[in-house]
């Protein structure tokens, strides 16, 4: 069923890896906009920069879940998120039958962009600002596809986490965001899925180590836009048909980061 706000999907890299798992996800978006629903999909393509740095002999280092970006990576990693990791879902989108804009945070005055801390080099940090590009976009039944390269005032291009990317554009359209992983959601210490979760219990089971690297990134994530927006996050998987199918008809899915 469509909701009248725009639905904010996330999708992380490994995705792009599983033609099934894309051709699935389009077809599901294909649907929600077929029935109105306005789509705004967010990608991240971590696993695509890993292999491109390493065919180019670069290392990697990861701080907090966070890539540290220096100057010499940056054509690289914005070759693999706003070059190859975009075109693929939006060849992805075409064969499904969506109409899709690929984009990035650079793109149309959207957020503002600055460096989040200088140990980490060029890794952004975004701010949401106009929303009439994607509007207009929106407006039309196209569906934006969105990398997570953003150009600051100075005009460095900032490698921004994708889930914060995400956070950022959700904000911006008042959106309902759901961040798909390769994950069913986030898992306790025995793999099992948690329904819900809410502050305090997320710092718990991050100072146990429970919920750690790229899921620590995004749980914080929804739980700022969640606080933001005073209504629940969702945390859920792409791998999952089942999940999908009640994404479509406007169901809850995965773990719920609640307000
Ligand atoms: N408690 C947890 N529950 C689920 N996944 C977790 C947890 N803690 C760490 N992870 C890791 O986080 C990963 C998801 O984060 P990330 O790799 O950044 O995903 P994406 O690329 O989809 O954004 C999972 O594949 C898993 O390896
Ligand atoms: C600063 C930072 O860490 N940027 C991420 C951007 C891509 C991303 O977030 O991809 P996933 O959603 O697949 O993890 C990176 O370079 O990997």
Known sequence: MATKTVLVLKVGGALLQCEMGMARLMTAAAEMIAAGQQVLLVHGGGCLV??????????????????????????????????????????????AGIVSVGMSLGDGNMVSAKIKDERLGLVGEVEPKDATYLNFILSQGWMPICSSIAISSQGQMLNVNADQAATALAKLVNGTLVLLSDVSGVLDGKGQLINSLNKSEIEYLVAQGVIEKGMKVKVEAALEVAQWMGKPVQVASWRDAEQLKTLVKGGSVGTQIQP
Not at 62 to 86: C, F, Y
């Open 50 to 95: 890993d292999e491109q740095l390493t065919a180019n002999g670069k290392e990697t280092i990861k701080l907090d879940g966070l890539r540290v970006t220096p100057e010499d990576q940056i054509p690289i990693i914005v070759g693999a998120l706003a070059g190859t990791s975009n075109k693929i879902l939006q060849a992805a989108a075409a064969k």
